[in-house]
């Protein structure tokens, strides 16, 4: 398991590498970059399963602890598909737009008179900030749907944690007052967790509600 562990480890920081690249690489071969970061992604989370049942068959005085590595590094590599994903969805909002100004300046406009005739200039702009305008929208819409599959991630991956740590307290025959902070802290991380849930929903409801 260790082996295994390690190699893991060290394919997550390879994947943070890449992903630091994202933003320098080249219009034409940013999606292959993007097709090689995600087939990482994927052979990691094969490792992380593989991971799940080798450490439920660690001896019980360390099965605790190995499981418990996992679910970080399971933590680490959903953060990083989330990034991902944030990138693409802000990569197509970019070349759709990029596609409709294409079209836009290959339209010939023709006017009856020159008194009602529309600057072609005037038009461009206004155009260029009604993409604006959406594409500002679309990256908050999109950056809050992310925030909130992290959060429900994080949730989850928190609960496991907390109550593996209460199994390695009771293990370890830990007093009742490490225990209730232990729990304690449970109850605020979610707390912070909901409040975080429920802001995000009002700004995307705003945002709706007054750029919609």
């Known amino acids: 398991m260790e082996k295994l562990y390690h190699q893991t480890n060290k394919e997550i920081h390879e994947v943070q590498s890449y992903m630091g690249g994202l933003e320098k690489t080249d219009r034409e071969s940013v999606h292959l970059l993007e097709n090689d970061i995600q087939a990482r992604i994927d052979r990691i989370f094969t ?40 990138f693409q969805h802000r990569r197509y909002q970019r070349d759709a737009q990029d596609r409709e ?9 023709t006017t ?67 225990m209730r902070l232990i729990e304690r802290r449970a109850t605020q991380d979610k707390l912070i967790m909901i409040g975080g849930m429920l802001l995000t929903c009002i700004i995307i409801f705003l945002v709706i509600r007054y750029l919609g």
Do not use: W
């Not at 994080?154 to 830990?174: E, F, I, P, S, W």
């Open 47 to 86: 490792h992380l399963e593989r991971l799940e049942i080798l450490a439920s068959k660690e001896p019980p005085n360390r099965r605790q602890n190995a499981k418990l590595r996992a679910d970080q590094l399971k933590y680490d590599i959903q953060h990083l598909q989330t990034g991902l994903r944030n």
């Open 101 to 109: 100004r294409e079209e836009l300046m290959s339209r010939t406009f």
């Open 112 to 178: 009856n008179d020159a008194d009602t005739s529309i600057p072609m200039d005037e038009t461009l702009h206004m155009n260029s900030n009604l993409h604006n305008a959406h594409q500002g929208m679309d990256d908050l819409l999109g950056s809050g749907s992310s925030i909130l599959n992290g959060l429900r991630d994080q949730r989850g991956t928190l609960k496991g944690t907390h109550k593996k740590m209460l199994d390695v307290a009771n293990m370890l025959g830990l007093s009742n007052t490490v």
